[in-house]
Structure formats: structure tokens, C-alpha cells
């Protein structure tokens, strides 16, 4: 996503509220969309692949037969990457040598470093952008829809665990420091009512082309859970930045295309721009799913922009003038965007979020109940609108394998 600042854009006429069903909390997703009727409905929501490989806790204890408390295989494979845990811990994350930055999907890797976000850290991390230009948002304008009107981000009501307990934030380190990114809480099928998921982007774990893995990547559900501001959170404390815990990605996926094309302006991967994590808790016993008491569906139907009425993005927007300690959304019928005809058309809507709500959700609703149908990945440089890729047939492989393999663990 980009950066640049942007002026509030006049809201339509028409006021849209996505809904679902069956989970604890209620999403009251309430933002601008087209037409000139109001409409609004009220619901209770539940709230080729790559992989990634072992990883575990680099802190005492909880090891289940590696060396040093370490999950099994996992002390091996970081002494055959040259990489010492204790040293990792104390601050050897920080050599991003093009040979320590592994880049490879078989090769991420991500130890626990116990209090590492601590609150005063978590609000110094730095939006990570995607930038779209006029000229490659244009590219293929036969598959591409006239460019929305923006629509003013309109900041979700709080506390977040009562109205979108499954939205929070992830947070990594990359060669540039530390970044944010936003991301959502998502069912698992192989393990029902016991998730460990979290759906964010490609470019918010990995460097894509050329790049590597980014580290200590964590995701902190309903970040800043009253939306306090910077002063008030001056003497935060972790209960109140991260109400659910910190949990710490012990395995991550993204795309092959992701990681073999994708670039710092989105570039060939950004219609893949998607990534799965599996997560556990710093502290704790519980599935993420249990702790937050929501998840969402994934929706991998993949409709046409043409079929859907409206989709609304959620996340954490942390460039000017927002300052990432609090949640938005943007609600509005979605269009199409193709970078090039090689590549599968994009949904596109009007949002004026910035930098850091990157890899937040995008919902519809289907049949009654809200589920998460893409992310954001891209924006213009003018914060008019988002971009994500659609979720088909890949993007599901990728979640399955997720799933199935490490789902249970």
C-alpha cells in the first residue's frame, strides 16, 4: 500500500452495512458505497503454494524434543542456516546479509523472542507500503473499471473486541525496521472452533523478488482495543495495546508468484498478494480462535466484481494522517483492476485507508453471514482507493496445505 497523504473524500449518498452471522462479536461495518437509497442491515458475524518451513519458540520451555526448548527440528535447521538461537535472541535477527536473509519458501523461520513488542515498540513501527502508478493501474483498461470516487475510512467503533474482535495487527521486522501490517482471524475447517490462523498479504512476510522472509513476524488481535490516542497511551499497558496477547507466526505461506515477482510497487505478485500464517501465543494454552472468541470463513468463490454489491475493508492505517492506532473500514461496490492481461483481475474499491492496512480483510456477505474475500495489497499514490487480489482456486490449495499440515499443532 502507499504512503502519501490524502483529505478526507466527500462520503456518498448511499450508506451500506456488511453483516453475518454466528460468531460472539458483531461487526457493525457501517461506510459509503453507491446509489442514492439507504440501506441498512444488522447481523452477528463469527467475527501452486508456497510454505513455510518449522519454527518454534526461542524462549524457555514448551520445546516438544528439540534442543535448547526448541520444537524437534527446529534447533537442526537453524544450525544448518549458520544460526545461533541465543545469539538470534539477542539481537543476530539484525543481520540482513543477503546470505542470512533466507528467502526461500522452504526456509522461513521465526523463534520466539519473549517481550520483544512491547507497546512503545509496537507504536514506532512504520507503515508497509504498496504503490500503485496512474500508468499501471491503466495498463489493461479492457478488463479495468473506471477508478471509484474515494470513500472517506471511517474509524470502527470501540471497544474492537465487541465489534471486530477477529481484525488486528501484525507486526515484523524488515532491513528498513519495524513495519506494520494489518490482518484478520480465520476459521480453520480441519479444525473447527480451534484456529490458529491469520490471512494478511504476501508483502507483509515476505520481501517478494529478490527479497527475503521478514522477521519476528506477530499479529496482535484488536489492537489498542478503545482506540486510545498516542497521549493516552502514554503509560499503555500490554493488556490494553494487545487485549488477546501477542501471538507469533510458527509457520508462514505465501504465493510463488508472491515471492518470485512481487516488488516493492506490487509488480507481477500483486495479484497473488495474499499470505496465510499459523500462529501461537506468546503466553497461553488456548487457540487464537478460543482466545478471541471469532473467525471468519474464507470466501475462495472468487466472484466477479459484477456479482458482489459491496465489500468493506478493515484494517489499521498507520501513514498521514492516520497514525496506525486505530481501526477504519471503507464499504463500497467493488470493480475491476488489471495490471496486464497475464495477470487475474484485481477488486478494486474507493477508500481513502493508507500505508499499514496492508493485508487487512476485505468481507462480503454470503448468505447471511460475512467472510473474507480478499486483502488489501495496492494503492495510488493519491489514497483514493485499494486494491486486492482475488481468492480462487491457488489461494485456497495455499490455505489447505496451511490447514492440514500445521493446523493441528
Avoid at 470466501?299 to 466484481?305: I, K, N, T, V
Amino acid at each position: 500500500m502507499r504512503s502519501t497523504p490524502t483529505s478526507a473524500a466527500p462520503r456518498r449518498r448511499r450508506r451500506t452495512v456488511l453483516v453475518a452471522t454466528g460468531l460472539v462479536t458483531v461487526l457493525t461495518l457501517t461506510a459509503t458505497a453507491c446509489g442514492s437509497e439507504k440501506d441498512e442491515a444488522d447481523a452477528k458475524p463469527s467475527g501452486g503454494t508456497s510454505q513455510a518451513a518449522d519454527t518454534g519458540d526461542a524462549g524457555a520451555g514448551g520445546g516438544d524434543g528439540g534442543g535448547g526448548g526448541l520444537p524437534a527440528g527446529l534447533a537442526d535447521r537453524l544450525k544448518e542456516h549458520g544460526i545461533d538461537v541465543d545469539r538470534w535472541k539477542d539481537g543476530g535477527w539484525k543481520n540482513w546479509d543477503e546470505d542470512k536473509w533466507l528467502s526461500e519458501a522452504k526456509d522461513f523461520m521465526n523463534p520466539v523472542i519473549e517481550g520483544l513488542w512491547k507497546p512503545d515498540r509496537m507504536q514506532s513501527a512504520k507503515a508497509a507500503d504498496k504503490t500503485v502508478t496512474t500508468k499501471d493501474a491503466a495498463a489493461d483498461q479492457g478488463a479495468t473499471d473506471p477508478e471509484p470516487a474515494p470513500v472517506e475510512a471511517v474509524a470502527e467503533k470501540t471497544p474492537y473486541h465487541e465489534n471486530a474482535a477477529p481484525v488486528g495487527k501484525v507486526f515484523f521486522d524488515s532491513p528498513e525496521g519495524s513495519m506494520v501490517c494489518s490482518g484478520t482471524v480465520v476459521k480453520d475447517v480441519n479444525h473447527p472452533g480451534k484456529s490458529n490462523l491469520v490471512w494478511t498479504a504476501g508483502h507483509c512476510v515476505h520481501a517478494g523478488g529478490g527479497g527475503g522472509w521478514y522477521r519476528n513476524i506477530a499479529f496482535v488481535p484488536s489492537y489498542n482495543d478503545y482506540g486510545k490516542s498516542e497521549a493516552g497511551l502514554a503509560n499503555a499497558t500490554t493488556t490494553e495495546m494487545a487485549p488477546y496477547g501477542t501471538w507469533w507466526a510458527d509457520w508462514a505461506s505465501t504465493s510463488d508468484q508472491w515471492i518470485q515477482g512481487g516488488s516493492e510497487s506490487g509488480g507481477d505478485g500483486a495479484a497473488y498478494d495474499y499470505s496465510v500464517l499459523h500462529v501461537q501465543p506468546e503466553q497461553g494454552g488456548k487457540s487464537l480462535e478460543e482466545t478471541v472468541g471469532a473467525a471468519l470463513e474464507v470466501d475462495f468463490s472468487a466472484p466477479s466484481a459484477t456479482e458482489v454489491s459491496s465489500m468493506g475493508a478493515w484494517g489499521y492505517p498507520a501513514a498521514p494522517p492516520y497514525n496506525g492506532l486505530e481501526m477504519f473500514k471503507c464499504v463500497d461496490r467493488p470493480g475491476r483492476l488489471s495490471l496486464r492481461p497475464s495477470l487475474p483481475t484485481m477488486y478494486r474499491i474507493g477508500c481513502t485507508m493508507t500505508g499499514g492496512s496492508s493485508g487487512g480483510g476485505w468481507f462480503r456477505v454470503v448468505d447471511g453471514e460475512t467472510k473474507l474475500v480478499s486483502n488489501t495489497s495496492i494503492g495510488p499514490l493519491e489514497n483514493t482507493w485499494l486494491a486486492g487480489p482475488q481468492l480462487g482456486s491457488a489461494a485456497e490449495a495455499l490455505y489447505q496445505n496451511m490447514s492440514e499440515t500445521y493446523g493441528g499443532r
